[in-house]
């Protein structure tokens, strides 16, 4: 398996504009993550599915944030309207069994809002 | 508080030993981890230790876990400039959901 693949790996990006990260977990696994990471705030949790199911989405800072999960292969957060607070590294993740075992982190979107 | 604590940044010499600490909130956590950041990267688990241990090794880690104070550290033995990197302690709250301690840059220098 090619590991948890995100794309793109960079976005820059005026504000107002809608951004959408797309993910796709490695195959079997059943709990996707979405985290966000700034230097400031570390990594925070946004949101995170099972079963292409959202359990808790408290994470999402503002309704201008949205994730699904269409399909146990593909994952998006989308960000409408955008601005420039948003500018971090947006990364996704997936595991078997939540957290009792390994969780398997992509790359991550690094995503720049001028 | 509610987050998981660490200390920012450690430097360290090659072939020295590293300590990085770390406190976390949640006592019914089951699961605490290390996980390692390469520059450019996502996080790669680096080890895990269960709730009801004190202590375990693993080559040149060292993971001591401290219920009575949620204290959590890894040790690095005879590090190398290859470790330098971002390292994140996280606790596994209501079995699911990850938290992470905003990160300890080691800088090792040769």
């Known amino acids: 398996d090619a590991g948890v693949i995100q794309s793109p790996r960079h976005e820059v990006t005026e504000m107002g504009q809608e951004v959408t990260l797309r993910c796709k977990p490695i195959?079997?696994?059943?709990?996707l993550f979405w985290y966000r990471q700034t230097m400031m705030r570390g990594l925070e949790l946004l949101i995170y599915?099972?079963?292409?199911?959202?359990?808790?989405d408290s994470g999402m800072p503002e309704d201008r944030f949205s994730a699904k999960m269409p399909n146990a292969s593909f994952s998006t957060l989308k960000i409408q309207p955008s601005e420039p607070r948003d500018s971090a590294v947006y990364f996704c993740?997936?595991?078997?069994?939540?957290?009792?075992?390994?969780?398997?982190f992509g790359q991550g979107t690094r995503l720049t809002v001028v | 508080g509610e987050d998981v604590e660490q200390s920012l940044f450690l430097s360290v010499r090659e072939g020295d030993s590293s300590v990085i600490n770390c406190t976390y909130t949640?006592?019914?956590?089951?699961?605490l981890y290390w996980y390692k950041q390469e520059p450019g990267a996502g996080l790669q688990l680096l080890t895990y230790?269960?709730?009801?241990?004190d202590m375990k090794q693993d080559q040149r880690l060292t993971v001591l876990l401290n219920k009575k104070d949620k204290h959590l550290s890894l040790r690095i033995a005879d590090t190398q400039t290859g470790d330098s990197a971002i390292y994140f302690c996280?606790?596994?709250?209501?079995?699911?959901?990850?938290?992470f301690g905003k990160g300890t840059t080691l800088s090792v220098s040769s």
């Open positions: 993740a997936s595991s078997v069994v939540g957290f009792n075992t390994e969780a398997f």
């Open positions: 195959s079997g696994h059943d709990y």
């Open positions: 599915f099972n079963n292409n199911v959202p359990i808790d």
């Open positions: 949640d006592s019914s956590s089951t699961y």
């Open positions: 230790i269960f709730s009801n241990m």
């Open positions: 996280a606790e596994s709250r209501a079995g699911t959901a990850l938290i």
